[in-house]
C-alpha cells in the first residue's frame, strides 16, 4: 500500500514538473513572412537640359592662341566712360562703372586669341575714322524698372555694310543669351541705339554694334557680380563675327 502511494505521488510530481516548464518556456518566434514585392513603374527622366556654354565652347579653348593669320583689332567703347556716370542706382552704383569692368574682361579674352583691343571712352579722339575689324559699345539698362529683364543689340539704321553689322549683330545675339541665360529685350532698342553717335564717328567700313547688357535692377546680379560670365558672352559673339569673317589659323 505505501508502495502503491509512493508510486502515485511521483507520477504526480512528474506530470506537474512537465506542466511548469511548459507553462516557463518562451513561444517560438514568429517568422514574418516577407510580402510579395511590388513591380516598381518605369521612371522617366527627363532629357538633360543644356547648359550655357563656356569659353571652350566658342572655340575659345587655350589660354593663348594665335586664332587667326593676324591680329585683328576690335574697338570696344566703355559706355559713358569718361562722360557721365549713364544710369545711376540708389545706392550709387554707376552704369559707367559696371561697363568698364567688363569692356576689360571683354579686351582680356580677345587677347588671348591674338586679337587686339582698343578699351575706348565714350567720346573717345580715336573714334574719328576710326577702322578696325569690328567695334562694339558696351552699355546697360536702367536702374528703375522693376520687373524689366533682358538685353538687346543694335546697328546703325543707314548702314553702308549691312550684312557685316547684321551678322555683328545676330553673333552677338546668339552667344551673349547662351552665355548668360538672359533673354532678349528688343522692344526697348531706341533711337539712341540705332542713331548712336559712335557710328557717326567711325570709319563707314568698320562694322559697329551696341549691346545693352541688361537692366540694372533685376539684372544686378548678373552685370555687378559676374562681370567674367557678360564678358565671354559679347568677346564670344565678336569672335564668331571674326571667324566668318577672317581667315582661320592653320
Known sequence: MFSVTLFVLFVVSLVMGVNLYN????????????????????????????????????D????T???????PLVGIVSGHKGYDPGAVCPDGLTEAEVNYAI???VTNLLARQGVQGDVLDEFDDRLTDYQADALVS????????????????????????????????SCLYDQYGAYTGLPQH???????????????????????????TGFLLDDRQMLQNKPKIVARGIAAGILCFLDQRLAPAE
Not at 539698362?141 to 555683328?168: N, Q, Y
Open 23 to 58: 507553462l516557463n518556456a518562451k513561444p517560438a518566434p514568429v517568422v514574418a513572412q516577407e510580402p510579395t514585392p511590388t513591380p516598381m513603374p518605369d521612371v522617366q527622366i527627363a532629357p538633360p537640359v543644356q547648359a550655357a556654354p563656356t569659353v571652350g565652347a566658342v
Open 103 to 105: 569692356a576689360l574682361e
Open 138 to 169: 558696351i552699355h546697360a539698362d536702367s536702374c528703375t524698372i522693376p520687373g524689366a529683364s533682358g538685353f538687346k543689340v543694335a546697328r546703325v539704321t543707314d548702314s553702308a555694310i549691312p550684312e557685316d553689322e547684321d551678322l555683328l549683330v
Open 65 to 71: 592662341t594665335n586664332r587667326y593669320t593676324f591680329n
Open 60 to 63: 575659345i579653348a587655350s589660354l
Open 186 to 212: 528688343p522692344a526697348s532698342i531706341t533711337d539712341n541705339m540705332t542713331d548712336y553717335h559712335a557710328f557717326r564717328e567711325i570709319n563707314r567700313g568698320t562694322p559697329g554694334a551696341i549691346i545693352e
